[in-house]
């Protein structure tokens, strides 16, 4: 049996304990409430953040150069005639060929008398910069998982990360057999799936062009680090792990399947799905309409606001579950129907397809997500 003055302790240390999470959780919605309505101004100088969790010192030039966003292009000595060609045969390639032909003619007629621009947005050392950070290849460079700062990491602790993600055998499977293509297989399923469809005259010709797949290349998988989950230390004009930071950022699992055999399917389907999905209740924009919405709430004394933070949301979700809501929401609404002669059961056949054939590619080394849903789709 344990005595009053053990339970007396016991409470007030679980009260005090429990008082100072709270805290701690208040403080730190209070401040991302606060960055959410801050101005446009402020945000512009947050979202050129340079976080470097690397070994590896950056220069005053290649900060600068990092700086101004992933986004940023820098102005071309030449006008890049070879590449604008070959990114124009790839968007016409689905046209007759007098369109093609009429394109190509136009555009030969503009790259004739093209010439680079005389004035540079770059200064010499900041492309001394770009050439020393491509030849760099003990690191990565990618964007952090919220907000648009730019992220420099150790390359060998990121892929030994991402392998310990895909190491996790009740979500992903590795395709050892190097004799197997699942590329070309899933690209053979969904024109027979496609074919069918045609036939039955729920989608046009020119929808089953647009749905088909070939030449198309392995989804890609990579990691978003989660830079807002760790301390920070702010230098002058970057910022850099605390030492009382943890070693590993947590890394937000993507699987870019742009350019997969399933991506046009999985544009065609998500706006069709939107539909009826794409505002409810429970929904909100962006984190600024809740910091909003929140600060327009009166809470009473006995009343609190509760956060959750998911783990491993996507790939938790049960497929099997995911089908049967989506078919439950078919058959209650009828928005959907004026985007397409498909019927319900093959809008979730489709779907289906989808999540049964996530395969993708990481370090030359095919992967299929066999549970969950994998977040990169559109």
């Known amino acids: 049996m344990v005595d009053q003055d053990s339970l007396s302790k016991l ?75 070959a990114s124009v045969e790839q968007g016409i390639k ?49 964007k952090a998982d919220k907000g648009n700062a730019v992220v420099i990491m150790d390359k060998a602790k990121y892929t030994e990360q991402v392998n310990e993600m895909l190491g996790d055998q009740t979500v ?6 190097k004799r197997r293509n699942p590329t070309k297989r899933t690209e053979t399923d969904l024109e027979n799936i496609l074919k069918e469809l045609r036939r039955s005259k729920n989608i046009t010709d020119r929808e089953y062009w647009q749905l088909r797949a070939f030449d198309s290349s392995p989804a890609t998988f990579y990691g978003l680090p989660k830079v807002h989950k760790v301390s920070l230390i702010c230098n002058q004009d970057h910022y850099t792990l605390s030492e009382s930071s943890v070693d590993v950022i ?44 929140a600060k327009s709430q009166t809470l009473g004394t006995d009343e609190t606001i509760v956060s959750f933070d998911v783990v491993s949301l996507f790939t938790s979700i049960p497929v099997p579950f995911a089908l049967h809501i989506v078919q439950k929401k078919l058959k209650e609404t009828d928005s959907w129907k004026s985007h397409t002669a498909l019927k319900e059961e093959q809008v979730v056949k489709l779907l289906k397809f989808l999540l049964n054939n996530c395969y993708f590619k990481f370090n030359e080394t095919h992967y299929h997500q066999k549970s969950g849903c994998a977040m990169g789709s559109p």
């Open 250 to 293: 947590p890394l937000r699992p993507i699987n870019s399947n742009i350019g997969s055999p399933t991506y046009s399917l999985s544009k065609y389907l998500a706006k069709l799905l939107k539909t009826f999905c794409a505002k409810n209740e429970f929904s909100i924009s962006n984190g600024k309409e809740f910091a909003d919405f």
């Open 94 to 142: 689905d046209l007759t060929e007098e369109a093609k032909n009429d394109i190509r003619a136009g555009v030969f007629s503009i790259l004739k008398h093209a010439k680079p621009l005389s004035t540079q947005n770059l200064t010499r050392g900041e492309r001394k910069a770009v050439k020393d950070l491509k030849s760099e290849d003990t690191i990565i460079i990618t």
């Open 172 to 177: 992903y499977t590795r395709i050892t057999d």
């Open 11 to 85: 409470d007030q240390a679980i009260s005090s304990r429990c008082g100072h999470l709270r805290s701690t959780i208040i403080e730190r919605h209070e401040k991302k409430s606060r960055w959410r309505s801050t101005s446009d101004s402020e945000h512009s100088i947050m979202n050129k953040w340079v976080v470097n969790v690397s070994q590896r010192n950056l220069s005053n030039n290649e900060i600068d150069l990092l700086r101004k966003g992933l986004n940023f292009v820098g102005t071309p000595r030449r006008v890049p005639k070879k590449e604008i060609l």
